[in-house]
C-alpha cells in the first residue's frame, strides 16, 4: 500500500519559481503548486510506505536550494 | 480562468468522518483527505473567480456541521 | 496623537457575512475586509490613543456576536 | 512493520486531569504526559499501520470528552 | 528554590476584564496586564516547584470561568 | 476587475526601516506600515489578477534585499 | 502616559546568554529571563511613548547580534 | 527529584540526519526522533533541575550545528 502526504514548503525569498521546478522534478512528487498563505509551495507526494516517504522528503526536497522549511502532512484516508 | 485552492480544516473532535463526507459532496471540491498534523482535511476546490470562491468557502464549507476553522492557501500558479 | 491597529478578526463558522456588518459600524473603525489564510476578517481601527484603543477591541470587536478571536497589531509608523 | 506518532493534545480548560487518565487507558498509547506550552498533554501511540493510527486518533482520542485540538506527528525513524 | 513563569492566557470574547480580575486573586500570581497580539492577558507567576506551578495553572487558572486557552513559559534564568 | 490582498512581512533584524521604503516604492502597493506583533510590516497591494498579484509579491516584495517571510491574505470582500 | 510591552525574543541558536546581557543593558527594558517554548527571551519594556517603544524595538533590540526575530505584545492594562 | 522536557527542533535543510545523531549523543537525551509535521525531530530529555535542563539545551542542543530553532514543554506530570 503507498503512502501520500501534503509537503507545506516555505522558500527562500525570491526563488520559488526555481524551486518549484526542482520540486516538481523528485520522483514521487504528483503535483506541485505556488500558493499564498503561510506556506509558499504546497506538493503533493507519494511513496511506498512511511519510512520511503521521509527519505524522499528528507534527501530529495530539503537538499533543494532555497527550500526553507517544509511541513508534512500525510494523508491518512 | 477558473481559481484553484487548498482549504485546511479543523473538525470538532470526533466529527472528522461526517464532515470529509459533507465537504466531498460540496460542488467543485476536487478532493479532500484527511490528514496528520496542524489541520485534520485538506481539500482542493475550484470556483470562476476569487468572489465565488469565497462564497463557497463561506457559505457551502463554514456551515458544515462540525466544521471548526478552515485556512484557505489560494494557488498562484 | 491617534493610535491605529490592524485587528485580525476569527468567527464561529457561519459567520463572516454578519460579523463584518457589524465591525464596520464600530465607531473608529476605517475598513473591514474577508480575506483568505489564517483569519477570516482584516480592519483598521483608529482611536484616541492606546487605552481606548484597547477599550474598543475589547468592549465592542469582542462583544460582537460570532467573534472568536482577535490579534492586534498596534501600527508604529 | 508498526508505526508510531506523537500526539499533541489540547484540553478543554480545567479537564487536563481527567483527560490525561482517559488517554492513558487508549489501546496502543505507550506514554502520555501534562506538559508546559503550546499543547496540555503530549503522548506517544503505537499502531500497526498508518490507517490504524488514524483510526486511533480519530476514534479513541478525539472522542475523549474534554479534547479540543490534536496535532498527530508520525515518527519516521 | 521557587520557579517562576510567563502564562499567556487566551480568554472567551468580552471576557477580559472579569478574567484578569480572576488571575490576579490566585495566590502565586505576581502581575496580570492585558495585551495586544495572539494572547490577550500575560501573567507572571511564582510557585515552591515546577509540579505546583503546573498545579496551580492547572487548578488556579484553567478553571477561572471565560479563560479559553493557556500557554506557560518556564523561566530558566 | 482588480483583486486585492494583505502582505504580512517579517523582516530581517535591523532593517525595517529600510524595506518599508522599498515596499512603498512597488507599483500597485497602496500603503504600508510598521507594525507591532507576529509580522513588522503590513502592506495593502492591489493587482489587475491573482496571477500578476502572484508575480508582484514573488518579482518585487520577495526579492527586496531584508524580507525575510512574506503571508498574503486575499481580500474576498 | 508612559507605555509598556513585553517583548518576545528568538535568539539565533547558541547566542541565549550573550543576547540577555545585551537586552538587559537597553535603556528602558525593566526585566528580561531566558524562558522555554516558542520563544527564548522574553522581556518587559517601557518608553515615553508607542513611537518611542517602536523605535527602541527596532534601533536597540533587533540590531542585537544573535536577536533572530521579536513579537512585541503591548500593555493596554 | 530529575525534571524532565520534550524538545522539538527544527533543523537546517538536508541536516535531519546528521543532528539527531548529534542530539542522541548529549548526556540525558532519553530518545529523539525525525518526525512529520511543525517540527523535524522530537527528543526527550531529562536533568537534575530546571536550571541544568535549561543548560543542556542552550549550551548541548542549541550548539549542535544544523538545529535551528527549539521549543520546549516542561514534562509537569
Same mark, same amino acid.
Given at each position: 500500500?503507498?503512502?501520500?502526504?501534503? !509537503? $507545506? %514548503?516555505?522558500?527562500?525569498?525570491?526563488?520559488?519559481?526555481?524551486? +518549484? *521546478? @526542482?520540486?516538481?522534478?523528485?520522483?514521487?512528487?504528483?503535483? !506541485? $503548486? %505556488?500558493?499564498?498563505?503561510?506556506?509558499?509551495?504546497?506538493?503533493? +507526494? *507519494? @511513496?511506498?510506505?512511511?519510512?520511503?516517504?521521509?527519505?524522499?522528503?528528507?534527501?530529495?526536497?530539503?537538499?533543494?536550494?532555497?527550500?526553507?522549511?517544509?511541513?508534512?502532512?500525510?494523508?491518512?484516508?
Amino acid at each position: 500500500m503507498t503512502v501520500c502526504a501534503f !509537503a $507545506h %514548503i516555505q522558500v527562500k525569498m525570491g526563488k520559488a519559481n526555481e524551486v +518549484i *521546478e @526542482a520540486i516538481k522534478a523528485v520522483n514521487g512528487v504528483k503535483e !506541485a $503548486h %505556488i500558493v499564498t498563505g503561510e506556506f509558499d509551495i504546497i506538493a503533493k +507526494i *507519494e @511513496a511506498d510506505d512511511l519510512k520511503s516517504l521521509g527519505d524522499k522528503v528528507l534527501k530529495n526536497i530539503h537538499t533543494i536550494k532555497g527550500v526553507y522549511r517544509t511541513v508534512t502532512s500525510m494523508i491518512v484516508t
